[in-house]
C-alpha cells in the first residue's frame, strides 16, 4: 500500500527532484576509561539519498542515509570495532482544500547509536542518565499523521497524532536501554499578531510502556512569543507546564508537575557585502520521561552559537552546557565546546575540519573527551 500510494504520487507529479550526498571524517580521538584513557584513530562514513516530488495537490519526499565508523586503536584501554547505522524518511502531503493539508511521515534508525556526549548521533537539548557502554544497538520507528488548517494569513493551525517505539534492540541492548513503546499527539495554534511578533500555543503529549514493566504519561502545555526587534535581532520566549505520571505494576504511581520555559535571541549582521555574523543565545528548562527508568527529570540547558560566513569559507563556534536539576539522575552535568571550519573548493565539493571537546560527571565518561576531524564532503541535486 505505501509503495502504491508512492508510485501514484511520483506518476501524477510535475517534478520530480533527487538529492546525494557524501561524507568523509578522519578523526583523532581521546576519551576516559576505567582504567586510564583511550585514544582511538576513527574513519566515519556517511550518505544521503533523496527522491522528491512535486504536484498540484501534493508532494512526497523519501530519504535514506547510512552510516558507518571504522575506530582502531592507538593507545590505552583502547578497543577497536565497526559501528553501522542507518536512517530512513518518507513524507507523504496532500492539499485537502486551499488552506487545509493532510500529511503523514514515517522516520526510522537502526543500527549502533554513539552515546559519548562527543556523539553527534543524539537528540539534544535533553540531557539524562548515559548508559553503561558508548554504543548501543538501538531501533527508533516514529511514525505520524499531521492535519494542518490556515483560517487566514496571521492563525494557523496543526494537529498531529501518531506512534513511536525507541530503545534497545537485542537482548543486551535492551538491558543496557529499555524499550519504549506508546501513542503521541501534539497540536499547535500560530497567531502572527503584526510584522514584528507572533504568538504560539503548543501542546504535546505521549503514552509509553517500558520493557522494565513501567509506563510514564507525559503532558506540556506552554505559550511562547517571538518579536523580531529589527531585521538582524529576534527575542523568543516560552513559559508553560509539564505534566508527568511513572506508574509500575508493583508499586503505587509517581506524579508531578514542572515548570517549562525558554527564552533566547539572535542576531544576524551583515558585516560586509559579502560577509556575515551569525550568532544565538538560549536558556532552556526541560522537564521529561528519563529513558532508562521512566522517572521524572528535569533539566537546564544554556547553550551559544556564532557562524561567520565570507564568500566560500565558514567558520562557527558553539558552547553549550546541561544540568539536572531534579528527578532521577539529579546532579547529572555535561559541557560541551566546539569550532569547525569549512570552505567551498569547488561547486558540491566542501573541505571541513573541527576541534570539540566535552565533560560529563557521568559513568562510564567522566571525565574530559576531546577530538579533532578533517573531512570532505560532496553534495548535489536536480531534476529528472
Not at 535571541?265 to 520521561?289: D, E, K, M, Y
Amino acid at each position: 500500500m505505501l509503495a502504491a500510494a508512492l508510485g501514484l504520487l511520483l506518476a501524477a507529479s510535475e517534478t520530480i527532484g533527487w538529492e546525494a550526498a557524501a561524507e568523509t571524517q578522519e578523526r583523532a580521538r581521546e576519551e576516559p576509561t576505567g582504567v586510564g584513557r583511550a585514544r582511538y584513530s576513527e574513519l566515519g562514513l556517511r550518505a544521503r539519498l533523496g527522491l522528491s516530488a512535486q504536484g498540484p495537490d501534493g508532494r512526497a519526499a523519501l530519504t535514506y542515509a547510512p552510516s558507518l565508523l571504522f575506530s582502531q586503536a592507538i593507545s590505552g584501554p583502547a578497543e577497536p570495532g565497526t559501528a553501522a547505522r542507518q536512517s530512513g524518511r518518507l513524507m507523504l502531503e496532500t492539499r485537502l482544500a486551499p488552506t487545509t493539508r493532510l500529511g503523514w511521515r514515517t522516520a526510522f534508525e537502526w543500527g549502533l547509536t554513539d552515546f559519548s556526549p562527543l556523539s553527534g548521533q543524539l537528540a539534544r537539548p535533553v540531557v539524562g542518565q548515559l548508559p553503561s557502554q558508548r554504543f548501543v544497538r538501538t531501533l527508533g520507528i516514529d511514525t505520524m499523521l499531521e492535519l494542518t488548517h490556515a483560517f487566514s494569513r496571521r492563525l494557523q493551525l496543526a494537529v498531529a497524532a501518531g506512534m513511536e517505539r525507541a530503545g534497545g534492540l537485542g537482548h543486551d541492548a535492551v538491558a543496557a536501554l529499555p524499550i519504549q513503546v506508546g501513542p503521541k499527539a501534539n497540536a499547535s495554534l500560530v497567531w502572527a499578531a503584526d510584522r514584528t511578533d507572533s504568538i504560539t500555543v503548543l501542546w504535546s503529549g505521549s503514552q509509553a510502556r517500558y520493557s522494565i514493566d513501567r509506563s510514564a504519561l507525559f503532558s506540556d502545555l506552554q505559550a511562547g512569543w517571538t518579536h523580531r526587534a529589527s531585521p538582524q535581532t529576534v527575542f523568543d520566549a516560552a513559559g508553560g507546564l509539564v505534566f508527568v505520571e511513572s506508574s509500575a505494576s508493583d508499586s503505587p504511581s509517581t506524579t508531578g508537575t514542572y515548570a517549562t520555559g525558554a527564552a533566547g535571541v539572535s542576531w544576524n549582521l551583515p558585516v560586509a557585502p559579502q560577509r556575515a555574523l551569525r550568532t544565538s543565545a538560549h536558556l532552556r528548562l526541560l522537564p521529561g520521561v528519563d529513558r532508562f527508568t521512566a522517572l521524572a527529570i528535569q533539566t537546564i540547558r544554556g547553550e551559544g552559537t556564532a557562524e561567520l560566513t565570507e564568500e566560500r569559507l565558514r567558520l562557527g563556534a558553539a558552547a553549550s552546557e546541561a544540568r539536572v536539576i531534579s528527578g532521577v539522575g539529579e546532579g547529572a552535568d555535561e559541557l560541551r565546546l566546539e569550532a569547525r571550519s569549512s570552505w567551498n573548493a569547488a561547486r558540491g565539493w566542501s573541505v571541513e575540519g573541527g576541534l570539540g571537546a566535552a565533560w560529563t560527571n557521568q559513568a562510564p565518561f567522566v571525565g574530559w573527551q576531546v577530538q579533532g576531524y578533517l573531512g570532505l564532503r560532496w553534495a548535489a541535486q536536480g531534476l529528472f
